[in-house]
C-alpha cells in the first residue's frame, strides 16, 4: 500500500499541561479543548494511552512508533520502509530533558471497539520525564498521578531490569492519583485504575525469561509475588499494584543496538537497529493499540466522552497547581466535582434533545399547555440521567452544582 499519509504531521504535538518557573503546572485550556471538543472525540468514547517514566529512556521515541500504527490503519507493513525518518512528538537523542509537562497527539485515531461495536477516539499522550536534573519529587508525583489518573493504559518505561526503586516510585506516584479517586471506606475490588503496562528497555535475561509480553508477564508475576519472608514494606507495595489497577502487563524489550544508543544524529530509521528489536516493536505496538485491546476511560464506573474528559482535567488541574501537594479530600471533592459537571453536561444535552423532538426544526405551532407538558417530561429525563451518573459522595456539592445550573432550561428542583 502507499504510505504517503503515514507522517501527515498536520496537527502535532500540542501541549496541554505545562510546568511554570515557580515549579507549578498549569492546563493548557485552549489547546486541550480544540482536541477534546472536537468533532471526533466530543462525543465518542475515549481511550487515552500515556507513556511515563524516568526522563531521556525513550519515552517520545515509542510514541512516534504508536502515531505510525495508527496512521497507517494497522496494515500488515505499518512499520513502513527501513530507510524512513520516525517523525511525530519531539525525541533526541543524549542526556538532556526533551519533553517538559505533558503533551497530547493533536490527531484523535477513530477505531471500532469490536465488543460494542462503538466508535472510539484514540488519544497519545507524551510526559515529562522523572527525576531529572530540573525537577523535584513534587514534579514527578504531580504529573505521573495526572497521567495515570486520565489514561485509560499508562505504559511505564523502565530500564533493563525491575527493581524495587521502581515499584517504590510507582507505589508514590499512583498513590497520589488512588486518593483521588477512591475514598478510605471505598470498596477495593473496584479498581481506581485501568490498565498498567510495564515496558523494559534493553532486557537482557532472554534465557530465563523470553522477550514480548508472555515472557514479560511470568517475570512481572516473579517480581510481584508476596512471600512471608520478605519485609511488611515490600509487601506493602506489591499489595498497593494489584490493588489500584484493573490489569497488569508486562514487556520485555531487548537492546535496539549501537547505532540507536551512540549516534548523535540517529533518526529512528529501521535500517540502523537490530533485529531483534524490530520485531519486538512490530509485537509491542499492536499489543497496546489493537483493537481488542481498547477500553474506553473510565471514572467511577462512567465511560467518558471527549467532552467529559474536559472536565476532569480541569478539576484535577486545579488542585495540583497550588505549591504542596493536596490532601485526600481535595482531591476527592475534585473528582466528585468533576464527574457531577459531567453529569449537568449530559442532563443539559438530554433535555434539549427531549425537547428538539417536539418544537425544533420544522415541528410547526404548540400550544402552550403541550409546551409545558413536554417540558416538565424532558426536566424529569434530563433529572434522571443527572441522578444516574453523579456522584453521591458529597450530597451538598451535588445540590449546588445543580442549583447553580442555568434556569433558562430548569425549573424543577433535584430530590436526592
Known sequence: MAHSSRNDSSRGPVQIIRQNKDYTFSLCEDDLKAILMSPEVKDNDVVVVSVAGAFRKGKSFLLDWFLRYLMNDADSDWMGNADEELTGFKWRGGANRETSGIWMWGQPFLKTNPKTGKKVAILLMDTQGTFDNQSIVRDSA????????????????????????????????????????????????????????????????????????????????????IKETQHEELQEVRKHISNCFEDVGCFLLPYPGRKVASK??????????????????????????????????QIGGQILKGKDLLHYFKSYMAIYQQDELPEPKTMLRATAEAN???????????????????????????????????????????????????NSEDQNLVLNIWRSSSPTWKTSTLTI
Not at 438530554?350 to 402552550?368: F, H, P, T
Request: aromatic letters at 10%; hydrophobic letters at 35%; one cysteine or more.
Open 340 to 390: 457531577n459537571l459531567a453529569a449537568l453536561a449530559a442532563a443539559q444535552e438530554k433535555y434539549v434533545e427531549e425537547m428538539e423532538k417536539r418544537v425544533g426544526g420544522d415541528k410547526g405551532y404548540i400550544n402552550e399547555t403541550d409546551l409545558t407538558t413536554h417540558h416538565a417530561e424532558a426536566m424529569d429525563k434530563a433529572e434522571n440521567l443527572f441522578n444516574t451518573c453523579k
Open 142 to 225: 504531580t504529573i505521573f498521578a495526572l497521567s495515570t489518573m486520565l489514561s485509560s493504559i499508562q505504559v511505564y518505561n523502565i530500564s533493563q531490569q525491575i527493581q524495587e526503586d521502581d515499584l517504590q516510585y510507582l507505589h508514590l506516584f499512583t498513590d497520589y492519583g488512588r486518593l483521588a479517586m477512591q475514598s478510605e471506606d471505598a470498596d477495593i475490588s473496584v479498581k481506581p485504575f485501568q490498565r498498567l503496562e510495564i515496558l523494559i528497555r534493553d532486557w537482557a535475561f532472554e534465557y530465563e525469561y523470553a522477550l514480548g509480553s508472555e515472557g514479560g508477564k511470568k517475570y512481572l508475576d516473579s517480581i510481584l509475588e
Open 264 to 297: 548523535p544524529d540517529f533518526q529512528g530509521k529501521l535500517l540502523d537497529m537490530d533485529p531483534d528489536f524490530v520485531d519486538g516493536l512490530r509485537n509491542l505496538v499492536p499489543y497496546y493499540l489493537g483493537e481488542s485491546c481498547l477500553k474506553p476511560k
